[in-house]
């Protein structure tokens, strides 16, 4: 079975602009979760959705937004973009929007800001 | 009070050797407490995770410590292998999801 999958893997922007960051969680599973990960950091939560409902949302600006398709898979937005973007940025699914249910992470989308 | 301290930032230790990272929370909402591995150009990996309800959990070479009392728990990595060269988190999360809040991870090296 195929783990989370994100693209693109790299992403260069300049200041101003916007992105948008694809996730396809694990088959069958129906919450997918964003967090951005700085250089040096640990993972800072920013959405969670399950089915096609945002269930979570992190301290992020409004210049954050994501949704959910119906097949589950997600796309994480930004807009305007900042300097302070740069990151890498993670999907994760898990069967269920549940502590106990194991997050899986992806690979992630390096996203450098110019 | 969404903080997750961790440390140290970095370890070294030989192989063989103990490795030990703590971490230290305040907000009492905080019921789940995983720990991650995340290799260099990987995801986290989920390596082992505990309730507040149990003082001690042990996986393989890993163990969970707890202190309820005192809003710490640690990491304990034995017979620790060059294998195990890697960035470890902890990790929260409320009792009402997974909205996981993370520490700022420790970089551990593991000498052959």
């Known amino acids: 079975d195929a783990g989370v999958t994100q693209s693109p893997t790299h992403l260069i922007k300049t200041r101003g602009q916007h992105v948008t960051l694809r996730c396809s969680p694990i088959s069958g599973h129906k919450s997918v979760s964003w967090y951005q990960q700085v250089l040096g950091q640990g993972p800072q939560f920013i959405f969670q959705y399950y089915e096609k409902e945002e269930r979570g949302r992190g301290n992020f600006p409004d210049r954050f937004s994501a949704r959910q398709f119906p097949n589950y898979s997600s796309e994480l937005n930004v807009n305007a973009l900042l300097l302070g973007d740069s990151a890498l940025y993670l999907c994760?699914?898990?069967?269920?929007?549940?502590?106990?249910?194991?997050?899986?992470f992806g690979p992630g989308t390096r996203l450098t800001v110019l | 009070q969404q903080q997750v301290k961790q440390s140290p930032q970095s370890l070294i230790v030989q192989k063989g050797g103990i490795s030990i990272i703590n971490c230290a929370y305040e907000n009492t909402a905080f019921d789940y407490f995983p720990w991650y591995q995340q290799f260099p150009g990987k995801g986290p990996a989920l390596l082992i995770a505990?309730?507040?309800?149990?003082s001690e959990k042990k996986e393989g070479r890993f163990t969970i410590s707890f202190n309820k009392s005192a809003k710490q728990f640690s990491l304990h990595i034995m017979d620790s292998q060059p294998g195990d060269s890697a960035t470890y988190f902890c990790?929260?999360?409320?009792?009402?999801?997974?909205?996981?809040?993370f520490g700022p991870g420790t970089r551990l090296s593991v000498l052959p």
């Open positions: 505990i309730r507040p309800d149990v």
């Open positions: 990790a929260a999360s409320p009792n009402y999801g997974q909205n996981f809040v």
């Open positions: 994760a699914s898990s069967l269920e929007p549940i502590q106990d249910n194991e997050q899986f």
